[in-house]
């Protein structure tokens, strides 16, 4: 049965490439949903799969790529039905 949560990423994880970065680390752990920048400066985010997939995302997530500064990840439950792993627009 596949875990989704909802991240919220804040810190310096615009402009750094960090959507394309999790699309890319998303790809490899197998996890499903997506990825977009808001316009508050953060970097909102679905993922789902199994609960080691979902573990190693947001472990993954908490130090983002090389240039980016994490400041924090907020995670909530959620739902939804995901087949890849995607780029968003702008929120």
Do not use: C, H, K
């Not at 997530?61 to 924090?72: H, Q």
């Amino acid at each position: 049965m596949a875990e989704t949560r909802r991240l919220v990423i804040t810190g310096l994880v615009q402009g750094v490439g960090f959507r394309y970065a999790m699309l890319a680390q998303a790809r490899l752990l197998g996890i499903n949903g997506w990825v977009r920048n808001r316009r508050d400066g953060s970097v909102e985010a679905v993922i789902s799969g199994d609960a080691r997939q979902v573990e190693a995302m947001l472990d993954w997530s908490r130090n983002g790529p090389a240039g980016a500064s994490v400041g924090n990840v907020m995670s909530e439950d959620a739902s939804g039905d995901y087949r890849d792993f995607e780029l968003r627009p702008t929120a």
